[in-house]
């Protein structure tokens, strides 16, 4: 079978790779990646983009369509940006990438988009460690929080048992939403507000917390409580099978994971909980099964909602 081409679009770089439908894993050598001006004019990030698929076609030979990972607002079945007065690909606002990049590669291969966060699951799922699990939820927590419902490997958006879309960062938590708290954000400002230090990332606080120093070990028990607490009714309602964290804050899964089980344990959730070991190769994975045909046909409605 000829492979599928997926990218990762973020907001400095994308990401591009060739995978191989049987084996579900990115073919070694047909990684491209290219720096991108977020706040550039149009042609400049599409003429990136389409420098960085066509290098990665170039390496695979002859492949069967492109699937991509795209943060949103975007309109994913027609492949229209959406995005505006985020000081990010604003230029792209109201323009239908999948053509330009089309016109651009001069190819006419399909080009087919999903939002970043359930590109993420669904590779979880189709090729990770969700692998064989039919109710999964997956998580992305860094400078913000992404999630993704699914259920035998497809998003769930509606419904009484998940949050609308099927995201939680909207949703009321303490005296913000939960973006504020599940985020790089709370951990840097709650840590340099205890301790009147200025560490800049969650890498430095992991760091003290393995040199035991005790302020640092007692916010990774806060925020595995608080994430336990947060996530435990959604848990419950969809009859979670496994909970899936990617994202650069699970890198320090073994220093919050403990206050998140003791949740659990409160709850009885049987919920199983496992720190996502594709990492960024995720979202590769989760966009390049948009190639599928059969796949695409059953999320193809879900697309015109997200």
């Not at 806060?222 to 899936?244: C, D, I, M, S, Y």
């Amino acid at each position: 079978m000829k492979p599928y081409i997926s990218a990762d679009i973020g907001g400095s770089h994308i990401t591009s790779a060739a995978v191989d439908p049987q084996t579900r894993q990115l073919l070694p050598g047909t990684f491209s990646e290219v720096k991108v001006d977020s706040s550039s004019d149009a042609g400049s990030i599409l003429g990136k983009w389409a420098d960085c698929l066509s290098e990665t076609i170039e390496k695979a030979g002859s492949v069967q369509g492109i699937g991509i990972a795209m943060p949103g607002p975007f309109d994913y079945y027609n492949g229209i940006s959406l995005i505006k007065g985020v000081h990010k690909f604003d230029s792209l606002y109201g323009m239908n990438v999948a053509d330009i990049l089309k016109q651009r590669m001069k190819t006419d291969i399909s080009v087919r988009f999903i939002n970043d966060a359930t590109a993420f699951a669904i590779g979880e799922a189709w090729a990770g460690t969700a692998k064989g699990f039919r109710k999964v939820l997956a998580i992305t927590l860094g400078t913000g929080f992404g999630s993704a419902f699914l259920d035998d490997g497809i998003p769930v958006l509606e419904g009484r048992s998940v949050p609308e879309m099927g995201c939680v960062y909207h949703l009321p938590y303490k005296n913000g939403i939960a973006d504020d708290y599940f985020s790089t954000r709370w951990f840097v400002n709650t840590f340099n507000e205890n301790t009147g230090l200025g560490v800049t990332g969650v890498k430095e606080i992991a760091e003290s917390a393995g040199k035991n120093d005790k302020a640092a070990i007692d916010i990774f028990k806060e925020f595995g409580t608080g994430l336990g607490e947060f996530l435990a009714p959604w848990l419950l309602k969809f009859e979670v099978q496994v909970l899936v964290i990617g994202g650069n804050i699970a890198n320090a899964g073994p220093l919050f994971i403990p206050g998140l089980k003791e949740v659990f344990a409160f709850n009885d959730l049987q919920t199983e909980i496992r720190i996502s070991e594709l990492k960024e190769k995720a979202a590769l994975l989760g966009a390049a099964h948009l190639v599928d045909d059969a796949y695409y046909r059953k999320i193809e409605q879900l697309l015109k909602q997200m």
